[in-house]
């Protein structure tokens, strides 16, 4: 049974930092690409980092350039999402993803996590 159980969300003022996590099971966590989604309340859900099978890969919204970070742990089948200098409209609920190819759509992906909520005050 696929798993992927995100924590690490919480609130925070603007300017702070969070890191999320991701565990995942039930698959083989290594050969699957990996991604972060978020979706606002009242909004569609959008892309915002993947990563290579072998983590040496990464692709960012344009939003979140040079402010998030993901990485991946395959040998703890984990999945981490280091956001820094957090802003308002970075309110979210955020999912962890694993797909059969890298990209930033979420048509890709065939597992999901239930989400973990993140709130940026000002």
């Known amino acids: 049974q696929v798993q992927l159980v995100e924590s690490g969300g919480g609130s925070v003022q603007a300017g702070g930092s969070l890191r999320l996590s991701c565990a995942a099971s039930?698959?083989?966590?290594?050969?699957?690409?990996m991604g972060w989604f978020r979706q606002a309340s009242g909004k569609e859900r959008e892309g915002v980092a993947a990563?290579?099978?072998?983590?040496?890969?990464?692709a960012y919204d344009d939003s979140v350039k040079g402010r998030f970070t993901i990485s991946r742990v395959n040998s703890k089948n984990t999945l981490y999402l280091q956001m820094n200098d957090l802003k308002p409209e970075d309110t979210a609920m955020y999912y962890c993803?694993?797909?059969?190819?890298?990209?930033?759509?979420?048509?890709?992906?065939?597992?999901w996590g239930q989400g973990t909520q993140v709130t940026v005050s000002s």
């Open positions: 993803a694993a797909a059969r190819s890298f990209g930033l759509a979420g048509d890709k992906y065939e597992y």
């Open positions: 039930g698959y083989t966590y290594s050969k699957y690409y």
């Open positions: 990563i290579s099978t072998g983590g040496v890969s990464t």
